[in-house]
Nanobody, 125 residues
């Protein structure tokens, strides 16, 4: 089970940190990702991190502003979002991808086996 938190209403230029809590004892066996879906739009990739945390990838639209991280001891993954823009407004979803490759991070939603319920982020101009 994945449970996101940390969303809210902020102004452009502000920061937010999203958290995703994972249940179970095998968290370190999953690569993790963040996706988002804006109203009327398809779900899109935001960021992903490998099982070990050594590899990260980002969508071009958030590169340099967002940082994904994980704490395997706490079964947590985070998304630090800085310099937020109105176009970042969306529901943000945490996802887990079972993989044997400890160094792999995935941008395709089809790699992911489990999804959270989402947390809403609204950025006003």
């Amino acid at each position: 089970q994945l449970v996101e938190s940390g969303g809210g209403l902020v102004q452009a230029g502000d920061s937010l940190r999203l958290s995703c809590a994972a249940s179970g004892r095998t968290f370190s066996m999953y690569a993790m990702g963040w996706f988002r879906q804006a109203p009327g739009k398809a779900r899109e990739f935001v960021a992903a991190i490998s099982r070990s945390g050594t590899s990260t990838i980002y969508a071009d639209s958030v590169k340099g502003r967002f940082t994904i991280s994980r704490d395997n001891a706490k079964n947590m993954v985070y998304l630090q979002m800085n310099s937020l823009k109105p176009e970042d407004t969306a529901d943000y979803y945490c996802a887990a991808a079972a993989t044997a490759n400890s160094g792999a991070a995935y941008s395709s939603q089809y790699n992911y086996n489990y999804w959270g319920q989402g947390t809403q982020v609204t950025v006003s101009s």
